[in-house]
């Protein structure tokens, strides 16, 4: 059964302090807190690592909504997607030129797709954290457009946690992304941006993946937020499908994303959602250039 809503209802974001402008305060995690939070985290990279195996063409995104649904459910967790603000399915799938926010579907995905794959979790048993973590796959064979966007892609998201640590600012962070996409000839989508996660799935900081060094906020340790850049091939612009969901580029070039949720430390990033194994169809190419944060296994020996 794909939609047990009377089991799973979303949670409610009532009672969280608030700003006069109604956005959610984003908490300083205590190390209590963070255990859970790392809890929740670990099984939405997990999760990640899990659906890896199954993508082929040929597999449909309900498929993988159903494959993520189960996962998280198994766990005795909830699918946060499901439900949050109207959403229909479990997790987000972002085919080609959707840029996020693709609903699954059953149409099937063929050879030389990307697909972004979307998982966020809500640990009620250990103490109702959110973890928001997502990689694009390669389905079958990648044309060099395309792995030249995935992985200008994950140097993008790999860059944006190098600069965070204590005292740092959030423009920082989008300056160091920005300047690799464009240098890459990419462009750096500005409609969507990452957000402060803890007991709220989405609260402020807003992060965007675009700016200025040494401008906005400065980032405090035991903030934990995440960066979830959207890196397209053409322009930057979206556009929203009828759905009410579904984002595109509105020159419909190709879009990648990857995601992690971040903790700050004194002296720079805690990667929450970093993978206990390689990610198949994502990880495990030739061609895929990885980093010790945010993909410790594949530099242990
Ligand atoms: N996981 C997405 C993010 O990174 C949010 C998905 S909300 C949904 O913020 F409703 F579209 F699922
Ligand atoms: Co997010
Ligand atoms: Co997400």
Redesign the pocket.
Known sequence: MQNPSARFAPPSEKGYAKHSRGEILAEIMTATMIERMRESCQMAAECLVAVGSIIRPGITTNEIDRFVHNFIVDRSAYP??LN??G?PKSV?TSVNEVV??GIPEDRELKDGDIVNV?V?TLYPAKGGYYG?T?VTFYVGKPSEEAIHLVEVTRECLEVGISVVKHGARVGDIGAAIQEVAEKAGCSVVRDYVG?GVGRV??TDPQIPHYGRAGTGKRLKAGMVF?I?PMINLGHYATELLSDG?TAVTADRSLSAQF?HTILVTRDGAEVLTARPELVPNCEDVPWAKLHPRSCPAAFRS
């Open positions: 946060a997607p949050y603000k959403f987000c996020c926010h979307d966020t928001d997502s957000h799935f989405h995440t979830e969901w995601e």
